[in-house]
């Protein structure tokens, strides 16, 4: 099945090259904090190869195993489950300060927990969101030159295709990643500026236009999603607050925005099924209101939906709108991933929930009922779901007036 020229080491010497060039983009004398699992060790060799000759002054992979956090669920004493590693965050958050880099390595078992109790894994994962959030901050406030890149894993393989063999599997999901990764090419470090052109271009021409709202039609779609006032849209390459321009996801396909919390009204209908901590939701269908669900059905999983949507009252409102088209890769490749990181780049998409702000202009010194007033919404949950596909068309709004932006999936061309 391979029709690649280049052979799996090659693949995976440049998925390292493009996450250290193109993702971090590491400076001369800068660290590099990375953190992976244990099957990422050939992939960690070549990123910290490719990072020394990048000029970092040290490179730290903290490794973790998936075996060794399912013995803590299977063999932890009760106050385990509210105890985190706060010093080891504490470290992290001041190597952010001190100039660090952080890297993420994704591909993990995505249903390691399934069969572990659920009061115990909202435990341990509040304690450690607690623990962590000083580091968390810098990245989600973009302080600092940050990225996540993919390995593939045996379960995770084996997960996406249940009916090849565990060989196969992992060759299969490895090809969907490279693909997707858009390493499979002559010079991936070039393509990738290339890639970054088309998505500024794009965020460019919608800043331009300073839509009011996009209109949404297709099989079980109508939908109006205003926008923020000031909002930005953004994609591809960004500079962080310290001044290193890099791509925190590789992949990504997506230009997005914030949505206004209080201007969305209709009904819309998922494209793809969505992965939610183990579970599957499928055949979403909701209404909006004033910019609330005020109804929600899905086909499978709609108890996992409505738990969802009782997580706080933002919870109900949606903070991003994403424009990606069919024709992406990741799309074409019509793999379901059960990871945020590529499904969320093969469609269109809402995310319910917690806004981001760096998606708006002259938000600085705003409060929070300020921002909620423009437009951004809060909450504790951020869960992206596909709405997009070669079935549906998109309007910008601005003015009373109409503009075809994407027909059957695809921008329309200008
Ligand atoms: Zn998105
Ligand atoms: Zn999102």
Redesign the pocket.
């Known amino acids: 099945m391979a029709t690649s020229s280049f052979t799996h080491e090659q693949l995976l010497d440049r998925l390292a090259e493009v996450a250290v060039r193109t993702g971090v983009n590491i400076t001369s004398g800068q660290q590099l904090v990375i953190t992976a699992g244990l099957e990422a060790v050939p992939l960690i060799r070549r990123i910290t190869e490719h990072a020394y000759k990048a000029g970092a002054s040290l490179v730290t992979t903290l490794y973790h195993d998936d075996e060794t956090t399912l013995a803590r669920f299977i063999h932890g004493h009760e106050e385990s489950f509210d105890t985190a590693s706060t010093w080891l965050s504490n470290g992290m958050a001041e190597a952010f300060r001190n100039g660090a880099a952080r890297m993420a390595i994704t591909g993990g078992n995505p249903t390691l927990l399934k069969n572990q109790n659920p009061k115990r894994i909202a435990r341990a994962s509040k304690a450690s969101a607690a623990a962590s959030r000083p580091a968390m901050e810098l990245i989600t406030q973009f302080s600092i030159n940050w990225n996540i890149v993919a390995c593939a894993t045996p379960e995770w393989a084996q997960q996406i295709f249940p009916d090849l063999s565990a060989e196969d599997a992992l060759a299969a999901l490895w090809k969907g990643i490279f693909q997707a990764s858009r390493v499979d090419v002559a010079d991936p470090v070039a393509a990738w500026a290339e890639h970054n052109r088309t998505l500024h271009a794009r965020a460019a021409m919608l800043n331009e236009q300073r839509f009011d709202a996009l209109h949404f039609t297709g099989p079980g779609t109508d939908l109006t999603v205003g926008l923020a006032d000031g909002h930005l849209w953004t994609g591809g390459a960004e500079e962080a607050g310290n001044g290193v321009v890099c791509n925190p996801n590789i992949p990504t396909e ?1 230009v ?1 925005t914030t949505p206004h919390c209080a201007r969305v009204e209709g009904t819309v209908s998922s494209t793809k099924p969505l992965f939610h901590q183990g579970s599957l939701i499928d055949g979403i269908q909701v209404r909006f209101e004033k910019g609330r669900i005020v109804e929600a059905h899905a086909e499978k999983g709609e108890d996992v939906l409505q738990r969802i949507l009782e997580s706080d009252e933002g919870a109900r409102r949606i903070g ?1 709108v ?1 424009l990606v088209p069919h024709s992406s890769p990741i799309s074409q490749s019509g793999i379901l991933y059960r990871n945020t990181l590529f499904d ?2 093969a469609a269109c ?1 809402i ?1 319910l929930g917690q806004a981001y702000t760096s998606c708006m202009t002259d938000i600085e010194g705003l409060s929070e009922e300020e921002l909620i007033a423009r437009g951004a919404n809060h909450s504790i949950i951020h869960i ?1 779901w596909m709405i997009g596909s070669d079935k549906i068309d998109i309007d910008g709004l601005k003015d009373g007036a109409r503009h075809p932006l994407m027909r059957a999936g695809e921008w329309v061309k200008d």
């Open positions: 997506e997005f991003e994403a969320e780049n998409h995310a992206d």
